[in-house]
C-alpha cells in the first residue's frame, strides 16, 4: 500500500510541475512580454519562411512548395516546410511584431527583421562538401552565403556602425540551427559515422565564423541553438540502418562541441550577449510530456504525420508533397511532420520552452 500511495503521489506532483510549466510558457508567450521589435534569422528548414521555393528554378519544384506543406497554415504552400508556423514565427507574434519574410521577398526592405534561412542548407559549402565525397542535392545556399546577405542587407538599412547598433538594439539574432543536413546527406550518401563525427569541427567552425560576422554587422542579443536528438527523426533513422545510438552520439558531440566554441565568443566578442539555445534538452522535454501537452498517446512520437508506407510511415523515395503522398487527418497530434521536420503545434512548444529560457536571459 504504501508503494501505491508514493506512486500516485508522485503522478500528482508530476502532473501539478507540467500544468505549471506549460502555463509559464504560455503566459511568457503573450504579445507585448517581449522587447524584441526585429528577428533576423539564419538555418535552415527549420526556420526557412519561404526562401527556397522562392529560388528558381531548384526552388519552385521542392516538396516544401507543394501542398500538403502549409495547409494548417493557408490554401497554399508558404515555403515553410511544415504544415503551419515555425518556431521563429512564434517568437515574432509573441513579440507582436508582424511574421518574419524570407529574405529572396524583395519588393521591400522589411524593418522587422527577416529570415535567411534556406530549407536543406548546410554548414559547409559546396566545395569543402564536395572534398569529402558530398553535395547537397536541394540547394546551394550555405551558411556562410547566408551570413553574407545578412551583411548585405545591414549595410542598406544604416547609414554608418553607430546607426546600425542603434536601429539592431532590439533586434535578436539566431544563428542556426544547422548542421543537420550536413550530417544526413553524408549519412544518406554512404558515409560512416566516423566519417560523419569528424566533420562536427568543420560546422562547428562554420557556425562560430556566422557569429562573428553578425556581431561585426551590428547584432548584440544573438542566439545560437543546439541540434535536436537525431535518433528521433525517420529521414536519419532511415539514412543510418537505424542506429539510434550512433545518431544520439553525433547530437550530444555537436551540442558539446558548439557550447565550446560559443564560451570562447564569449570572451572574444565582449560587446554582444552570446546564449546557447539548448534544443536538445527543448525536444526532450517536449517528448516527455508529449501525451500531456495533448501529442498522439497511442502511437510512435517518431510517427511521421505526412508520409506513406515504411517504418515511422516514412519512405525516402516516396517524401511529403509527392503525388499520392498525403498528410493525417489530425496533424496537431504529431511531433514529426514529414520524417526530418515537425509539425507546427510541436513549434509552438518548443518557441515557448525558447522564450521562456533563452530569449529571457537576452
Keep these: 500500500m504504501w508503494y501505491q500511495r508514493r506512486t500516485i503521489s508522485t503522478l500528482v506532483l508530476s502532473f501539478i510541475y507540467v500544468f505549471v510549466l506549460v502555463q509559464h510558457l504560455c503566459n511568457a508567450g503573450k504579445s507585448g512580454k517581449l522587447y524584441i521589435d526585429g528577428i533576423y534569422q539564419l538555418g535552415d528548414s527549420l526556420s526557412d519562411t519561404g526562401n527556397l521555393m522562392l529560388d528558381s528554378p531548384k526552388g519552385t519544384a521542392s516538396i516544401c512548395s507543394r501542398l500538403p506543406y502549409g495547409s494548417s497554415l493557408s490554401r497554399h504552400p508558404t515555403g515553410r516546410c511544415s504544415n503551419g508556423l515555425l518556431i521563429i514565427d512564434f517568437i515574432a507574434k509573441a513579440a507582436g511584431i508582424p511574421l518574419v519574410k524570407p529574405s529572396l521577398t524583395r519588393d521591400e526592405i522589411f524593418r522587422h527583421g527577416e529570415s535567411f534561412a534556406f530549407a536543406g542548407a548546410t554548414a559547409l559549402t559546396p566545395d569543402a562538401l564536395k572534398a569529402k565525397g558530398i553535395t547537397n542535392p536541394v540547394t546551394n545556399s550555405s551558411f556562410g552565403l547566408q551570413s553574407d546577405y545578412l551583411w548585405s542587407h545591414l549595410e542598406a538599412i544604416c547609414y554608418n556602425e553607430q546607426d546600425c547598433k542603434q536601429?539592431?538594439?532590439?533586434?535578436?539574432?539566431?544563428?542556426?540551427?544547422?548542421?543537420?543536413?550536413?550530417?544526413?546527406?553524408?549519412?544518406?550518401?554512404?558515409?560512416?559515422?566516423?566519417?560523419?563525427?569528424?566533420?562536427?569541427?568543420?560546422?562547428?567552425?562554420?557556425?562560430?565564423?556566422?557569429?562573428?560576422?553578425?556581431?561585426?554587422?551590428?547584432?548584440?542579443?544573438?542566439?545560437?541553438?543546439?541540434?535536436?536528438?537525431?535518433?528521433?527523426?525517420?529521414?536519419?533513422?532511415?539514412?543510418?540502418?537505424?542506429?539510434?545510438?550512433?545518431?544520439?552520439?553525433?547530437?550530444?558531440?555537436?551540442?558539446?562541441?558548439?557550447?565550446?566554441?560559443?564560451?570562447?565568443?564569449?570572451?572574444?566578442?565582449?560587446?554582444?550577449?552570446?546564449?546557447?539555445?539548448?534544443?536538445?534538452?527543448?525536444?526532450?522535454?517536449?517528448?516527455?510530456?508529449?501525451?500531456?501537452?495533448?501529442?498522439?498517446?497511442?502511437?510512435?512520437?517518431?510517427?511521421?504525420?505526412?508520409?506513406?508506407?515504411?517504418?515511422?510511415?516514412?519512405?525516402?523515395?516516396?517524401?511529403?508533397?509527392?503525388?499520392?503522398?498525403?498528410?493525417?487527418?489530425?496533424?496537431?497530434?504529431?511531433?514529426?511532420?514529414?520524417?526530418?521536420?515537425?509539425?507546427?503545434?510541436?513549434?509552438?512548444?518548443?518557441?515557448q520552452w525558447i522564450i521562456s529560457t533563452t530569449i529571457s536571459r537576452l
Excluded at 552570446?274 to 508529449?290: E, G
Design 167 to 351: 536601429k539592431l538594439k532590439n533586434a535578436i539574432f539566431i544563428i542556426g540551427e544547422v548542421g543537420r543536413y550536413d550530417y544526413y546527406y553524408a549519412l544518406s550518401q554512404g558515409k560512416t559515422f566516423k566519417d560523419v563525427n569528424s566533420m562536427v569541427v568543420d560546422v562547428v567552425h562554420e557556425i562560430a565564423q556566422g557569429v562573428r560576422k553578425v556581431v561585426q554587422s551590428g547584432a548584440s542579443k544573438v542566439i545560437v541553438p543546439g541540434i535536436f536528438q537525431l535518433s528521433q527523426f525517420p529521414a536519419f533513422l532511415s539514412a543510418s540502418s537505424n542506429n539510434y545510438r550512433g545518431l544520439n552520439s553525433l547530437s550530444i558531440l555537436h551540442n558539446n562541441e558548439l557550447q565550446k566554441a560559443i564560451q570562447g565568443l564569449k570572451k572574444e566578442q565582449l560587446d554582444a550577449t552570446i546564449v546557447y539555445a539548448d534544443y536538445y534538452s527543448a525536444f526532450a522535454s517536449l517528448l516527455k510530456n508529449a501525451p500531456r501537452l495533448g501529442f498522439n498517446a497511442t502511437s510512435d512520437l517518431k510517427n511521421a504525420c505526412c508520409g506513406t508506407g515504411g517504418r515511422y510511415n516514412y519512405d525516402p523515395t516516396k517524401m511529403c508533397g509527392t503525388p499520392g503522398v498525403s498528410a493525417c487527418s489530425n496533424p496537431d497530434g504529431y511531433v514529426i511532420w514529414d520524417g526530418i521536420n515537425l509539425t507546427e503545434n510541436a513549434y509552438k512548444y518548443l518557441a
